[in-house]
């Protein structure tokens, strides 16, 4: 994909991956909207990299109307997304013998539900464009089983799942859905 004049939206960009991403993007493209919840940190990035300030949407993910305004708001904004890619996640380290229901519950909503929610959101603007990339960062935890990640491994792996059948279900239009797993 040639990134140059390209309308990209990272979620998660306050820190780790989604923040070094975007600060490489930022050489490609202005065209780019910033999120997460720290509306500081995702404020400070834009400063680093001359982003307008309305290029700086701040939501929580796990807020599921919240998420679908600001797939409104970006769409307001930059009039189509080319592409999303959503670097937002959180991890676990825990023995399933000392791992609570609510912490399965956070990851599911957080690392699954949550990009699903934007994905039905925001892929009916990009089918009548008949394009668009949806790029999740997901993680090999997803396809292997790892110790001490069963809620993690779950929520990755339902990722995979859903991925894999959108491609399936809408490889008609041009719509480029990627997955990549990191190593760790
Ligand atoms: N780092 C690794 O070695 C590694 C390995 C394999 C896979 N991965 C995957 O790569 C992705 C990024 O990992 P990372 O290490 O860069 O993570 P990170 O440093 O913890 O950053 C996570 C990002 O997600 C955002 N975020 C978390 N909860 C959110 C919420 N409820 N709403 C909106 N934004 C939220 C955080 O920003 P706010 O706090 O501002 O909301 C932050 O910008 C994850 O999906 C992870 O599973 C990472």
Not at 12 to 33: D, F, R
Not at 36 to 64: C, G, M, Q, Y
Request: positive net charge; charged residues 20%.
């Amino acid at each position: 994909m040639n990134l140059a004049g390209k309308n990209i939206w990272v979620i998660g960009a306050s820190m780790g991956i989604g923040h070094a991403l975007v600060k490489e993007l930022g050489s490609y493209t202005t065209n780019l909207v910033i999120s997460s919840r720290k509306e500081d940190l995702l404020k400070k990035l834009a400063t680093e990299i001359n982003l307008p300030e309305e290029n700086v949407i701040p939501f929580d993910i796990t807020h599921h109307d919240e998420a679908k305004e600001a797939v409104h708001k970006v769409l307001q904004l930059m009039g189509n997304i080319d592409c999303i890619i959503f670097t937002a996640g959180v991890s676990q380290r825990s023995l399933i013998t000392d791992t609570q229901f609510f912490v399965y519950d956070k990851l599911m909503n957080l690392n699954f539900l949550s990009i699903v929610n934007i994905a039905l959101t925001a892929l009916p603007s990009m089918i009548e464009k008949k394009s668009g990339h949806f790029v999740v960062l997901s993680s090999v935890a997803g396809k292997f089983g790892t110790p001490n990640r069963s809620g993690y491994a779950a929520s990755k792996s339902a990722l995979h799942g859903f991925l894999s059948l959108c491609v399936l279900n809408i490889r008609k239009i041009i719509l480029m859905l990627r997955l990549f797993a990191r190593f760790y």
